[in-house]
C-alpha cells in the first residue's frame, strides 16, 4: 500500500540532442526509491534523427518513462516545459536537466519529503569536480549563487532557483505568466517563476546531500561564458528589490579586487590588507561551503578562482545590461 503522506511525482526533463546524456540519466531516474506514485515525462525539442535512435532501445521500454515530442508549431526549452507540465501525469512536478545525475536514489524521496506546508522546494546542483582552474571558477560562481538563493529562502526572500534540482505543485507553475511574459528569453523558466512566485508563496529548501544533482560542467571558457551570458540576461527581468541586491553583492565582489589596484602607491600594505580581508572572506565562505554544501576548497585555489570569476563579471556586464542571447 502506497504511503498517504507521500505525494505521488512526475519527474519532468526537457532535452534536445542529448541521447548521449539520457543514455547515462534514465536509469539513475529509474532507479530512484520512492514509496509515492511516480513517472518521468521526457519532452524532446525537436532532437536530430540520431538523437531520437534512443527512443527505440528496448532498454528504456518501461511503464514510468514517457517520451512527448513538442508539436511543430513550438519550439525552445520554455515551450517544452509549459507543454510538459500539461503532459506530465502527476500534480507534483520534479525537474532536472538531461546533463545533471542525482548523486542518489534517495534524489526524489528527500526533494519530496521538504515540501511540508510550502509548495516548491529549492535543491542544490554543483558542477562535478574537475582539476582545472575553469572548473574551479564554475564551482565558486554556483556555490556563490546557491547560499545566497538558499540562505534567502529561508528568510523567506527567495528570488530564485535552479531547474536542474526544483520541485513545486504545477497549480502555481501554470498560472504563473512569465513563460508567456518573457517567451523572448531563451533561459530562465525556473529563475523567473521563482522569482514572480516570491512575493506570494515561502519557499522550502533540501540541502541534504544525498538530494544533491550533479551537472556537467562546461570544459571551455568561450562555451561557460556563453552560458553565463544567458543568466545574466535572465537577471535583469527579476522584481526591483532582487536586482537591487544582487548589484550590491556583486559590485562589493568587484570591487575588493579593484580598489587594492587604484592603490598601488600604497603597496607593500594594500596587498597586506587585501590578503587578510580575502582570507577573513575566504574562512566565512568555506566554513559555509563545507557544513551546507559539502563542498571544500583551499585558499590559493579560491583566490585564483575568485579572481578570475571577477574578470569574468566584468565581461558579462553589458550582457546584463544590453544583450540578449540568441540560442539556448
Partial sequence: MKNDHFQSVSILVVVKN???????????????????????????????????????DPAFNHSRLHLHRLPPDKAGKKQGLAYGLDKVTYDYVLLTDADCRPVSNKWLSLMQTALQENELVLGYSPYILRSTLLNQTIRL?????????????????????????????????????????????????????????????????QIDPFSFVESIPKSTWKDWLKQKSRHV????????????????????LILSWLLPAFLIGCWPWTMICFLLIKYIH???????????????????????????????????????????????
Fill in 18 to 56: 542529448e541521447a548521449e546524456n539520457l543514455k547515462k540519466l534514465i536509469p539513475i531516474l529509474l532507479n530512484q526509491q520512492y514509496q509515492g506514485l511516480w513517472d518521468i515525462h521526457i519532452v524532446d525539442d525537436h532532437s536530430m534523427a540520431s538523437a531520437l535512435e534512443l527512443w527505440q
Fill in 282 to 328: 575566504f574562512y566565512i565562505f568555506k566554513r559555509l561551503a563545507v557544513q551546507i554544501l559539502v563542498q571544500k576548497y583551499s585558499f590559493l585555489t579560491w583566490l585564483f578562482a575568485e579572481g578570475l570569476y571577477i574578470v569574468a563579471l566584468i565581461y558579462l556586464i553589458p550582457f546584463g545590461i544590453f544583450k540578449k542571447a540568441d540560442k539556448w
Fill in 141 to 205: 560562481e554556483t556555490d556563490y549563487t546557491a547560499l545566497m538563493y538558499l540562505s534567502s529562502a529561508l528568510y523567506g526572500q527567495g528570488y530564485m532557483g535552479v531547474g536542474r534540482n526544483l520541485l513545486y505543485h504545477k497549480s502555481i507553475a501554470v498560472p504563473s505568466q512569465n513563460l508567456i511574459k518573457h517567451k523572448s528569453l531563451l533561459s530562465g523558466d525556473d529563475d523567473l517563476m521563482v522569482n514572480e512566485l516570491s512575493h506570494t508563496h515561502q519557499f522550502s529548501i
Fill in 233 to 252: 540576461t535572465t537577471a535583469r527581468h527579476y522584481q526591483s528589490v532582487h536586482i537591487v541586491f544582487l548589484i550590491l553583492f556583486y559590485s562589493t
